[in-house]
């Protein structure tokens, strides 16, 4: 079985090249953004602590160690087993591409939890308080009933 990758989001210099080779690259501000987001750093343990302090609940481990490890990106297998849900990228902890930030996108979904990942729909996944993964539908405004996965671990067991 393939093992689960993560690939950095944005675009690197290699990236860009090829797009402008084949002279389809986006608009000047989102190429910008998306070669900023490339260029995000990892996330520090004392930015993870300084949140954790911010939450009344504590972020599932395996999420933390994941922002640790990755700090967010694409993953190689992207559809959850069981439901009808892809994700097109985890978000990272912070990033220059706003929309792509798990501290920039929070104050949006603090009601509901952290927001983790994007769909391509546009719908958001949230680790919840009960360290559960819900679906935030994008069309009405709100979660799914039903969590998609029990934990972070559970939803990256679920990737195919």
């Known amino acids: 079985m393939k093992?689960?990758?993560f690939e950095k989001y944005g675009l690197s210099p290699e990236k860009v090249e090829q797009l402008r080779a084949y002279k389809?690259?986006?608009d000047k501000q989102t190429l910008?953004?998306?070669?900023?987001?490339y260029e995000t750093g990892k996330v520090s343990e004392a930015e993870l602590t300084d949140l954790q302090a911010q939450l009344s609940y504590a972020l599932?481990?395996?999420?933390?160690?994941?922002?640790?490890?990755?700090?967010g990106g694409i993953p190689s297998k992207n559809r959850v087993k069981g439901s009808k849900v892809v994700i097109d990228r985890f978000l990272a902890f912070r990033s220059a591409y706003r929309f792509h930030s798990?501290?920039?996108?929070?104050?949006?979904?603090?009601q509901w939890g952290m927001p983790i990942a994007r769909t391509p729909a546009g719908d958001t996944l949230v680790l919840a308080?009960?360290?559960q993964i819900y679906l935030f539908n994008?069309?009405?405004?709100d979660v799914e009933?039903?969590?998609?996965?029990?934990?972070?671990?559970?939803?990256l067991m679920k990737l195919y």
Do not use: M, R
């Open 102 to 110: 798990v501290i920039d996108l929070y104050p949006d979904f603090q």
């Open 145 to 155: 009933p039903n969590p998609i996965a029990t934990s972070f671990a559970d939803l």
């Open 24 to 26: 389809i690259l986006p």
């Open 138 to 141: 994008h069309n009405i405004q």
């Open 129 to 131: 308080k009960d360290q």
């Open 3 to 5: 093992k689960l990758t």
């Open 32 to 37: 910008k953004a998306l070669t900023q987001a």
């Open 60 to 71: 599932d481990e395996a999420y933390t160690h994941f922002l640790l490890e990755h700090n």
